[in-house]
């Protein structure tokens, strides 16, 4: 669980300096933000009890970094996972990725909820915005908050 912290404190720390550079140069600065939302917050309590759904939230951050380039970072905020994903044009198939690392057997356990993806393409979204959130968990309380008209791209893969 301590390099969970670790790799949330370095997400956040990441994020929180890419804020700042979207905010002046959000034209020259390709990075996509996903947002891997494993259920609510009691759906995995309930099915494996506290401590065992913790153990696994935290294991699957540190395998998601594993699986991921070294450039990506994975942070996690309860059962929502975000992965930075920096890439050099839009084509850059990003859902084939996480299609791979997300269906992968270690954690296949995890899949008896139903997982909500979004991908938000954060140049877009600094272009467009008036007011330009200028920390980490501003970014991502306003992409939670406004997720259907921000995603580029959002889908779901149902429980088993």
Same mark, same amino acid.
């Given at each position: 669980?301590?390099?969970?912290?670790?790799?949330?404190?370095?997400?956040? !720390? =990441?994020?929180?300096?890419?804020?700042?550079?979207?905010?002046?140069?959000?034209?020259?600065?390709?990075?996509?933000?996903?947002?891997?939302?494993?259920?609510?917050?009691? #759906?995995?309590?309930?099915?494996?009890?506290?401590?065992?759904?913790?153990?696994?939230?935290?294991?699957?951050?540190?395998?998601?970094?594993?699986?991921?380039?070294?450039? !990506?970072?994975?942070?996690?905020?309860? =059962?929502?996972?975000?992965?930075?994903?920096?890439?050099?044009?839009? =084509?850059?198939?990003?859902?084939?990725?996480?299609?791979?690392?997300?269906?992968?057997?270690?954690?296949?356990?995890?899949?008896?909820?139903?997982?909500?993806?979004?991908?938000?393409?954060?140049?877009?979204?600094? =272009?467009?915005?008036?007011?330009?959130?200028?920390?980490?968990?501003?970014?991502?309380?306003?992409?939670?908050?406004?997720?259907? #008209?921000?995603?580029?791209?959002?889908?779901?893969?149902?429980?088993?």
């Amino acid at each position: 669980m301590i390099s969970d912290i670790q790799l949330c404190s370095r997400f956040i !720390d =990441t994020l929180d300096w890419i804020c700042q550079v979207l905010i002046r140069h959000s034209d020259d600065f390709n990075v996509a933000l996903v947002k891997i939302a494993y259920g609510d917050d009691n #759906s995995l309590g309930e099915a494996y009890g506290a401590p065992e759904a913790l153990r696994q939230l935290s294991s699957l951050t540190h395998d998601l970094q594993q699986s991921f380039r070294r450039s !990506d970072l994975v942070g996690r905020e309860g =059962t929502d996972f975000w992965i930075l994903f920096p890439y050099t044009r839009v =084509t850059d198939n990003v859902y084939d990725k996480l299609m791979d690392v997300i269906q992968g057997a270690e954690h296949v356990s995890l899949n008896i909820v139903e997982r909500e993806i979004a991908i938000f393409e954060l140049p877009v979204i600094y =272009t467009k915005a008036m007011v330009k959130p200028d920390r980490a968990h501003s970014l991502l309380k306003h992409l939670k908050s406004n997720q259907s #008209s921000l995603a580029s791209h959002v889908f779901k893969l149902a429980h088993l």
